[in-house]
């Protein structure tokens, strides 16, 4: 199972982004994915997180501007980042949480590579 994330890059504050994961492999289920930032010298942090039955979460530090959306039939997570903040800047991870796939057995979390998003002032 490999997660490729995308979309990330430069936008002014007030802009907006479009982040996009799509998990590859022999997937049967998950049970949800979301993004995560880092920033250097803190702990990774959840943005938001959406289930497999399309129950969305969010940091407060987000709601009313970010949307997480799924595509099960892709296995593909989006998250539309509007009105960009710099303190949104940060590396975009995606997750996949209680995956399942054929490729591995087992139930296991996945993470992507990393999609680094920078809000200028």
């Known amino acids: 199972v490999q997660l490729q994330a995308s979309g990330g890059g430069l936008a002014q504050a007030g802009g907006s982004l479009r982040l996009s994961c799509a998990a590859s492999?022999?997937?049967?289920?998950?049970?949800?994915m979301g993004w995560y930032r880092q920033v250097p010298g803190k702990q990774r942090e959840l943005v938001a997180d959406i289930t497999s039955y399309g129950s969305e979460n969010y940091a407060d530090s987000v709601k009313g501007r970010v949307i997480i959306s799924l595509d099960k039939a892709k296995n593909t997570v989006y998250l539309q980042m509007n009105q960009l903040k710099p303190e949104d800047t940060g590396i975009y991870y995606c997750?996949?949480?209680?995956?399942?796939?054929?490729?591995?057995?087992?139930?296991?979390?996945?993470w992507g590579q990393g999609t680094q998003v920078t809000v200028s002032s």
């Open positions: 997750k996949a949480s209680g995956l399942y796939s054929d490729d591995r057995g087992g139930i296991h979390d996945y």
């Open positions: 492999g022999s997937i049967r289920t998950f049970n949800e």
